[in-house]
């Protein structure tokens, strides 16, 4: 009998498949993903206050009241101004109060936000890279690399994050001639708080890749002999893209509270340009003779952020399981 | 006439979901009389287990039972309380599922598993437990059994883990027993065996079974009569060598023709084009009429209800219809 | 007489499954091995379908994995069209074998890639093997695929998940078929799925080894699928072969005490009131198995010689009873 199925004779255009039936937008908005944020209020709430933080800290140079690092618009006899009052010597209205210099807090939070953020993001993709890389490379090769690479990764783990941040910050330090310590700063804090978390993207993620290798898929893709490099980045790694994106959320709230505690410590980012951290570390000095708001703004935001995100790492993480669908 | 053991009433489960409600079983009434094997047989998604889990009230949550009554020896139980449904299940009604590592407890002894299941059900002392335990292990089939009832589920091959299931589902004498794939990951070797050992402990304790399989070959072996399920619905049901001989459903004898048999050498097997509707996606009318090769409009239209078309035999199908069984049988005569 | 395509010369591979290093040296227990398949001999025509049939631990999906490449053998050759495969492949020779050779996975959504739309499973192989291929082209030869196999062009857009079992059965054939190979192994093909659709699949299959003259290797512990594709089967017990015969000669005169066993455990859906033969005990674990020839504690022929030396396959039969004939 003939196969009913066997192509003849038929136009090539009702044969070709179509480029695209649906588009992304109207799938995205149709997942089962988007219908369990939308039905989380916390997670809708969260989501909102760190976008609103996100950029309030982006659009900080046209959206900040004042240029709190301009001392054209300071004066020092503004310092210590309570919030919600206007500067003595000048016209300018603090609504978070001033600090001791007679910069607006609210600019100081937003400028600050902006450095926090920087540093954390960037540290965070560093760590996301070069952990997912080593991760991918152990659990595809298994042997001798895993084994290498993973007792590397369980050495990090057993010290304390900050701890291995603040011993590259002072290496760095070592190695930097003083002249451009200034400017290398943020770089050499990236690296120490990026070089601080690789370790648990690598882990998750040969977990998984040594699941996903057993797969047919990756099979079938080896009998045809392409490339084990071309099987990791386009088979493996986007089926070992979840929790890679939920440790980064949750990696990334971490990143900026490590910023801030490296920077409270003073071995942070330079004074000239501060972040979140160092706004607490000024902050806590006034905190005791009444100038509360210095610190209580700052912190605050600083909570609010890293809440935030962690939230949604936490959303994240229960909507990717498929136990708990 | 005897007493039903167990009859479900118009059974409807149910699984809300975000996009509307799921039907997985839907309006199924049957008997199963003392002693009997029922052979519930269908492919994934007919909702099979479902029904099974039902009648045990282990459907999990959101899904609930809708609809309908479940009678075992004159009295409901599908809305007895949580407390006293318990005491149901074991004692009146025991279970076998396909995989033996699940029902048992990797952690304990075979020995205190069964001990403490018999003693849950039944006032024995803990050696007079051990002793019926051990008889038990023997009649399953299960050599030295004496010594081996102190291992642990691991220590057992899978054969003789169903084995271990099996004397587990029957230590408190149940009534009914409910075997959900019991043979589906055993090799064909050992399927046999299982089988046969089922079969005859019930018959021998007067349980009667109700067997779910996706295999028409055990239940051609094993049961008195045969449900054919579709899309949630029975959609006939008979006794097993009617049904296999000569299937009235369109569904049940192309699932006969289907099959790939040893005698006849075929060049084709009969195919059902298409495949089994996912629930959210039940066709209206008859569920089956995108597949069925006699589908008329009737069909598309309206749901085919029941129909008894000889003693003990029921069809779901329009070319059955309700009123006249004659004109029904000389219709399909002519479609074929 | 038909060309001989797959020529398996004493296959064997072994498998460590020793403890780690660390505990061994603390337990003082040696290495432990597994003869997964040992000294495994059949050669399949071309354009005809040669079948493995075994339970669990028989070896059958290690053999079809050593035949693809995904595994290296321990010892014995694999020739594959008078290339022998035993050193690996490698470069451009290596390139015009493998597009002559495809494998179809018994769990279909595993076998398919759960991020990748259709059209890009599908022209995979495309992409590996007809290089410069303009997309254009590509999504034409899968469309025309997708045809070929009883799905539509459309389908090409959506994800593996919005199909059902055998639908995505489909797409895997659909995907072995697209470098035009001449040479399938099918591990398990239906096994996953109803009997219904395990009709469609093999009656597809079937349909295509006629069009396109395919030859295949195809996997099963299904007696009955297996007589209904296959033209020579092998029956493997514990990584060894019990028979090899045509596939006529093996149903109505199995020689082999193991077959006969297989034969007899094959339920009986025709009610002729046959009974199932009790067989006795279970298949032993291949990491212990028994001396000799390895299914001689469930055999009921068995004698001294059968606990000692491992039969040879003489005439396609490994079993000492009959070439003694002491079973006819």
């Known amino acids: 009998m003939e196969n009913p199925n066997l192509v003849k004779d038929v136009p090539a255009e009702d044969l070709i498949v179509p480029v695209q039936a649906q588009g992304r937008l109207a799938r995205a908005l149709d997942s089962d993903i988007f219908y369990s944020w939308?039905?989380?209020?916390?997670?809708?709430?969260?989501?909102?206050?760190?976008?609103?933080?996100?950029?309030?800290?982006?659009?900080?140079?046209?959206?900040?009241p004042y240029n709190p690092f301009n001392p054209a618009s300071l004066n020092l006899m503004d310092g210590f101004t309570p919030p919600a009052s206007t500067g003595a010597f000048t016209d300018n209205y603090f609504l978070m109060g001033a600090d001791n210099q007679g910069r607006d807090v609210l600019?100081?939070?937003?400028?600050?936000?902006?450095?926090?953020?920087?540093?954390?993001?960037?540290?965070?993709?560093?760590?996301?890279?070069?952990?997912?890389?080593?991760?991918?490379?152990?659990?595809?090769?298994?042997?001798?690399?895993?084994?290498?690479?993973?007792?590397?990764?369980?050495?990090?783990?057993?010290?304390?994050?900050?701890?291995?941040?603040?011993?590259?910050?002072?290496?760095?330090?070592?190695?930097?001639?003083?002249?451009?310590?200034?400017?290398?700063?943020?770089?050499?804090?990236?690296?120490a708080i990026g070089l601080s978390n690789w370790a648990q993207f690598a882990r998750t993620v040969r977990g998984a890749t040594m699941v996903e290798r057993q797969k047919d898929y990756v099979s079938a893709a080896r009998i045809m002999g392409v490339h084990p490099i071309l099987i990791l980045l386009r088979h493996v790694l986007p089926n070992v893209l979840g929790p890679v994106l939920v440790i980064g959320t949750i990696s990334l709230a971490l990143a900026i509270i490590e910023e801030a505690t490296l920077s409270f410590l003073g071995v942070g980012v330079p004074p000239t340009q501060p972040s979140l951290g160092t706004l607490i570390r000024i902050g806590q000095q006034f905190l005791f003779s009444g100038e509360w708001w210095i610190l209580f703004f700052p912190a605050m935001t600083l909570i609010a952020l890293a809440l935030s995100v962690n939230l949604l790492g936490d959303w994240l993480r229960d909507a990717l399981n498929p136990k708990l669908r | 006439m005897t007493e039903p053991l167990l009859s479900v009433r118009n059974l409807t489960v149910e699984f809300p979901t975000r996009r509307g409600i799921l039907t997985a079983v839907q309006d199924i009434s049957f008997d199963i009389m003392p002693g009997e094997v029922l052979g519930v047989v269908g492919e994934s998604g007919a909702g099979k287990s479902m029904t099974g889990a039902a009648i045990m009230r282990l459907i999990d949550r959101p899904g609930r039972i809708a609809n309908g009554e479940v009678i075992l020896q004159g009295r409901r139980i599908d809305n007895l309380p949580d407390a006293e449904m318990r005491k149901i299940r074991g004692r009146k009604i025991g279970m076998i599922f396909q995989d033996p590592l699940t029902s048992l407890n990797p952690l304990y002894r075979i020995s205190e598993?069964?001990?403490?299941?018999?003693?849950?059900?039944?006032?024995?002392?803990?050696?007079?437990?051990?002793?019926?335990?051990?008889?038990?292990?023997?009649?399953?089939?299960?050599?030295?059994?004496?010594r081996r009832i102190d291992d642990y589920p691991h220590q057992f091959s899978g054969g003789m883990r169903q084995r271990v299931v099996i004397a587990l589902a029957l230590c408190a004498g149940p009534d009914l027993v409910i075997a959900d794939e019991p043979t589906t990951a055993l090799d064909v070797s050992v399927q046999a065996q299982i089988?046969?050992?089922?079969?005859?402990?019930?018959?021998?304790?007067?349980?009667?079974?109700?067997?779910?399989?996706?295999?028409?070959?055990?239940?051609?072996?094993?049961?008195?009569?045969?449900?054919?399920?579709?899309?949630?619905?029975?959609?006939?049901?008979?006794?097993?060598?009617?049904?296999?001989?000569?299937?009235?459903?369109?569904?049940?004898?192309?699932?006969?023709?289907?099959?790939?048999?040893?005698?006849?050498n075929l060049e084709r097997l009969t195919q059902i084009p298409g495949s089994m509707p996912r629930l959210s996606a039940i066709p209206r009318g008859c569920a089956f009429n995108p597949r069925c090769p006699h589908v008329m409009d009737k069909c598309r239209i309206d749901q085919p209800q029941a129909v008894q078309t000889a003693p003990g035999r029921r069809v779901a199908c329009w070319l059955y219809p309700p009123q006249d069984g004659t004109t029904a049988a000389a219709e399909r005569q002519s479609a074929e | 007489m038909t060309k001989t395509l797959l020529d398996v010369r004493g296959l064997s591979r072994r498998f460590d499954v020793s403890q780690p290093w660390l505990n061994r040296k603390i337990e003082g227990t040696g290495k432990l091995y597994v003869n997964a398949v040992d000294d495994v001999s059949f050669t399949v025509k071309q354009g005809e379908t040669f079948a493995l049939v075994g339970e669990s631990g028989s070896g059958k999906s290690t053999i079809a994995r050593l035949i693809v490449g995904l595994l290296a053998p321990s010892k014995g050759d694999i020739v594959f069209d008078g290339t022998?495969?035993?050193?690996?492949?490698?470069?451009?020779?290596?390139?015009?074998?493998?597009?002559?050779?495809?494998?179809?996975?018994?769990?279909?959504?595993?076998?398919?890639?759960?991020?990748?739309?259709?059209?890009?499973?599908?022209?995979?192989?495309?992409?590996?093997?007809?290089?410069?291929?303009?997309?254009?082209?590509?999504?034409?030869?899968?469309?025309?695929?997708?045809?070929?196999?009883?799905?539509?062009?459309?389908?090409?857009?959506?994800?593996?998940?919005?199909?059902?079992?055998?639908?995505?059965?489909r797409i895997a054939i659909a995907r072995a078929l697209a470098a035009n190979p001449d040479f399938i192994v099918c591990d398990e093909p239906t096994s996953a799925l109803?009997?219904?659709?395990?009709?469609?699949?093999?009656?597809?299959?079937?349909?295509?080894?006629?069009?396109?003259?395919?030859?295949?290797?195809?996997?099963?512990?299904?007696?009955?699928?297996?007589?209904?594709?296959?033209?020579?089967?092998?029956?493997?017990?514990?990584?060894?072969?019990?028979?090899?015969?045509?596939?006529?000669a093996l149903f109505d005169a199995p020689k082999h005490p193991y077959t006969r066993m297989l034969l007899d455990a094959v339920p009986d859906i025709e009610m002729t009131g046959r009974r199932r033969k009790q067989v006795e005990g279970e298949i032993p674990s291949p990491i212990d198995p028994p001396s000799g020839c390895a299914f001689h504690p469930r055999c009921p022929f068995a004698n001294d010689r059968c606990k000692r030396d491992v039969p040879k396959v003489i005439n396609g039969v490994a079993c000492h009873a009959v070439e003694e004939g002491r079973i006819g």
Request: hydrophobic letters at 50%.
């Open chain 1, 38 to 64: 939308r039905t989380s209020p916390v997670t809708v709430v969260a989501t909102l206050v760190a976008l609103s933080l996100v950029l309030m800290a982006v659009l900080a140079p046209w959206i900040a």
């Open chain 1, 107 to 191: 600019s100081t939070i937003m400028y600050g936000s902006r450095v926090s953020l920087f540093v954390g993001v960037l540290a965070t993709l560093f760590a996301m890279t070069l952990g997912v890389s080593l991760g991918l490379i152990a659990g595809y090769n298994g042997g001798v690399i895993d084994a290498v690479i993973m007792r590397v990764t369980d050495i990090q783990l057993s010290f304390p994050a900050i701890l291995i941040a603040l011993l590259i910050f002072g290496i760095a330090r070592g190695l930097i001639p003083a002249s451009q310590q200034e400017s290398m700063a943020v770089w050499v804090l990236i690296l």
């Open chain 2, 113 to 146: 598993q069964l001990i403490e299941t018999i003693r849950t059900h039944l006032p024995l002392s803990e050696t007079e437990a051990r002793k019926k335990a051990v008889q038990l292990l023997d009649d399953v089939g299960i050599p030295d059994a004496s």
């Open chain 2, 195 to 264: 089988i046969d050992v089922m079969k005859r402990l019930c018959a021998e304790n007067g349980a009667a079974i109700m067997l779910v399989t996706h295999d028409m070959g055990v239940i051609a072996e094993t049961a008195d009569r045969v449900a054919v399920m579709y899309a949630g619905r029975i959609a006939e049901i008979g006794p097993v060598r009617d049904v296999i001989k000569d299937a009235q459903h369109p569904y049940s004898s192309g699932l006969m023709g289907a099959i790939p048999r040893l005698g006849a």
């Open chain 3, 84 to 169: 022998s495969l035993k050193d690996g492949l490698k470069g451009a020779k290596a390139r015009a074998l493998r597009r002559r050779f495809q494998m179809i996975f018994q769990d279909p959504l595993a076998s398919l890639n759960p991020r990748w739309r259709v059209v890009d499973i599908v022209a995979e192989p495309l992409r590996v093997f007809e290089r410069g291929m303009s997309n254009r082209d590509q999504r034409l030869r899968v469309g025309e695929l997708l045809t070929l196999v009883g799905l539509a062009p459309e389908d090409g857009v959506k994800f593996p998940h919005q199909f059902s079992g055998g639908q995505r059965q």
């Open chain 3, 194 to 248: 109803d009997v219904s659709v395990q009709a469609q699949i093999l009656n597809l299959m079937k349909d295509l080894q006629k069009d396109f003259g395919l030859t295949y290797v195809f996997i099963s512990h299904n007696l009955q699928v297996v007589r209904h594709m296959a033209n020579d089967i092998g029956v493997l017990y514990l990584g060894r072969l019990a028979e090899v015969a045509e596939a006529g």
